[in-house]
């Protein structure tokens, strides 16, 4: 019996649903607590070419929520363990792992390859850059986020507004998983639930799961849903940029302090604290690259630089930086 039969035997699926999976590519952004849940069943549905982008290694305290991984998968990469685990369990699929993070640099390249993105990444830089290389090559990306017990799952772009025309701004601070913690069967609810929809879009179901957005706060057992067909775009948008995009003519400020980012992001950076910007000495007319860890600092520190009259902006959310 195919491995497929349970599936197949949905009219709304059938012999051609099946081999319209088969020859689906499917671009995975994060492969933690939601790219868990993503790749597994994307994988066992039987879409048939996966890329899976993480730079991230399996550490223990991801264990209670990634459950694609296991102890000896300790201090490797995700991305290839990802793959392994998915090779394993359906040998017949092609899956290519990218041990790298993904930035405003390689999303382009990587999207248009694609039929259709999933970003399972939980950042803030990461979804603003695949919305708006989305929005760009016309493919459709489903993304979700999740902390606690709550979170959210929708589908942008493509035939629907971008996930910038839905949340056009980041909030003023926000928690992490490790910070605030988060509960392993909500975020794996709303990873499954991405893999479902990307499911619809490529199966062409009705109706289209690009244009609706899921809500969920699982801690008052809340779920709700709308619809965003009509939601504009915003007229002018923050670019999050790659290190290797900036040139030497740019001004670089880099946000974080000194123990928290010894070495800057790049050379040329200076070091302005968010309290100092309105009173920096900033020259007009070049672009002016705000530097953090996660894009947020940066994001409202440019809300502060275009109060004081600068219009080339644009962010870049550096991560970690070593000492």
Same mark, same amino acid.
């Given at each position: 019996?195919?491995? /497929?039969?349970?599936?197949?035997?949905?009219?709304?699926?059938?012999?051609?649903?099946?081999?319209?999976?088969?020859?689906?590519?499917?671009?995975?952004?994060?492969?933690? !607590?939601?790219?868990?849940? %993503?790749?597994? /069943?994307?994988? !066992?549905?039987?879409?048939?070419?996966?890329? &899976? %982008?993480?730079?991230?290694?399996?550490?223990?305290?991801?264990?209670?929520? #990634?459950?694609?991984?296991?102890?000896?998968?300790?201090?490797?990469?995700?991305?290839?363990?990802?793959?392994?685990?998915?090779?394993?369990?359906?040998?017949?699929?092609?899956?290519?792992? +990218?041990?790298?993070?993904?930035?405003?640099?390689?999303?382009?390249?990587?999207?248009?390859?694609?039929?259709?993105?999933?970003?399972?990444?939980?950042?803030?830089?990461?979804? /603003?850059? +695949?919305?708006?290389?989305?929005?760009?090559?016309?493919?459709?990306? &489903?993304?979700?986020?999740?902390?606690?017990?709550?979170? /959210?799952?929708?589908?942008?772009?493509?035939?629907?507004?971008?996930?910038?025309?839905?949340?056009?701004?980041?909030?003023?601070?926000?928690?992490?998983?490790?910070?605030?913690?988060?509960?392993?069967?909500? %975020?794996?609810?709303?990873?499954?639930? #991405?893999?479902?929809?990307?499911?619809?879009?490529?199966?062409?179901? $009705?109706?289209?799961?690009?244009?609706? +957005?899921?809500?969920?706060?699982?801690?008052?057992?809340?779920?709700?849903?709308?619809?965003?067909?009509?939601?504009?775009?915003?007229?002018?948008?923050?670019?999050?940029?790659?290190?290797?995009?900036?040139?030497?003519?740019?001004?670089?400020?880099?946000?974080?302090?000194?123990?928290?980012?010894?070495?800057?992001?790049?050379? $040329?950076?200076?070091?302005?604290?968010?309290?100092?910007?309105?009173?920096?000495?900033?020259?007009?007319?070049?672009?002016?690259?705000?530097?953090?860890?996660?894009?947020?600092?940066?994001?409202?520190?440019?809300?502060?630089?275009?109060?004081?009259?600068?219009?080339? +902006?644009?962010?870049?959310?550096?991560?970690?930086?070593?000492?």
């Amino acid at each position: 019996m195919s491995r /497929y039969a349970r599936q197949m035997i949905l009219p709304e699926v059938g012999a051609d649903g099946q081999a319209r999976l088969a020859r689906a590519q499917v671009l995975v952004v994060g492969a933690g !607590g939601l790219g868990c849940p %993503v790749l597994q /069943y994307l994988g !066992g549905a039987g879409v048939g070419r996966l890329t &899976i %982008v993480d730079g991230d290694v399996v550490e223990e305290s991801n264990l209670h929520r #990634q459950v694609l991984y296991a102890m000896q998968d300790i201090g490797r990469p995700k991305a290839e363990a990802a793959r392994a685990r998915l090779l394993s369990a359906n040998p017949a699929l092609e899956v290519t792992a +990218l041990a790298q993070p993904l930035d405003a640099a390689n999303a382009a390249a990587w999207v248009q390859a694609a039929d259709l993105v999933v970003d399972a990444a939980d950042s803030f830089a990461v979804s /603003y850059i +695949l919305s708006d290389s989305c929005r760009a090559a016309g493919r459709p990306l &489903i993304s979700a986020s999740a902390l606690g017990q709550s979170g /959210y799952a929708g589908g942008f772009c493509g035939s629907a507004p971008s996930l910038r025309a839905v949340f056009p701004d980041l909030p003023a601070r926000a928690a992490t998983c490790a910070t605030a913690g988060v509960m392993g069967p909500a %975020v794996g609810m709303i990873g499954a639930l #991405q893999a479902q929809l990307a499911l619809k879009v490529l199966l062409g179901h $009705q109706p289209s799961p690009c244009g609706q +957005l899921f809500s969920f706060r699982l801690e008052d057992l809340h779920v709700s849903s709308f619809r965003f067909d009509d939601a504009e775009e915003p007229e002018a948008a923050l670019p999050f940029v790659a290190a290797s995009q900036i040139t030497p003519q740019d001004v670089v400020v880099e946000l974080r302090p000194e123990e928290e980012a010894p070495r800057m992001a790049v050379p $040329q950076a200076r070091r302005i604290a968010p309290a100092d910007l309105a009173t920096a000495d900033l020259p007009r007319g070049r672009r002016i690259v705000l530097c953090c860890r996660s894009g947020l600092r940066a994001w409202g520190a440019a809300a502060t630089l275009q109060q004081a009259g600068h219009r080339s +902006l644009a962010l870049l959310a550096a991560g970690d930086s070593p000492a």
